[in-house]
């Protein structure tokens, strides 16, 4: 049955938010993009399609929302990871971190992919600027204890690393989950070299990646 009651105070509000993201980020777990359907989410919701959109403009918006969600528990989990051995750490101590905690968050790293592809192209300026925003202040208080725990990087390479970190992620996030009729074809024996399992990749190229810098 779908509620058509209103929202009043902040709280609210806030409330409803909450568990319209905690409905979608369900939904975004059995779908692709294209097959995802605000119908469907505020279905889930027990909200009509209305109230849905009087939270978010655009399917767009949402992801948007979601992404947001989730890069702030990863940069919350990755900080809290550094905080916890304030000794100088070795790079491969450092990758690691970063793909146990990815390896813990798969809907971001689906997300990721249609970021800049897909979801800022229906946004307006205020959410793209707030998004922005986030994700630069979270990467330089990030970037900054990343450059406390790793010597080797000069000042500035923190946030750098986390740029190609999301690099990575975005790159091989879509090589490693290809449209089906794609997937099909690279599941035919011959085609194995082209296949790509995103953890041991990830893992391998950014160790390389601070290899190199750790080197230099």
Not at 145 to 153: D, G, H, I, M, V
Request: with cysteine; charged share 20%; net charge neutral.
């Amino acid at each position: 049955m779908v509620s058509k009651q209103r929202a009043r105070s902040s709280a609210d509000k806030q409330e409803r938010r909450d568990h319209i993201l905690t409905m979608a980020l369900g939904l975004w777990g059995e779908r692709t993009f294209a097959s995802f359907t605000m119908a469907e989410v505020a279905e889930r919701c027990g909200l009509a399609k209305g109230t849905l959109y009087l939270y978010f403009k655009t399917k767009e918006e949402l992801f948007l929302a979601l992404l947001e969600a989730q890069l702030g528990q990863w940069f919350d989990w990755l900080d809290g990871g550094l905080r916890a051995r304030p000794e100088a750490w070795p790079g491969a101590a450092a990758v690691a971190l970063v793909c146990e905690t990815l390896a813990a968050q798969p809907a971001l790293v689906r997300l990721l992919p249609i970021a800049a592809s897909i979801l800022e192209h229906n946004i307006d300026a205020g959410a793209a600027r707030a998004y922005k925003t986030m994700l630069l202040e979270r990467a330089s208080s990030s970037g900054a204890l990343l450059e406390a725990r790793l010597s080797f990087l000069r000042p500035g390479e923190g946030v750098a690393l986390l740029l190609q970190i999301y690099a990575l992620v975005v790159g091989l996030g879509q090589m490693a989950d290809p449209a089906p009729v794609v997937a099909q074809v690279l599941a035919e024996p011959h085609m194995a070299p082209l296949r790509v399992e995103f953890n041991p990749v990830f893992a391998t190229t950014l160790g390389a990646l601070l290899r190199g810098l750790e080197q230099r």
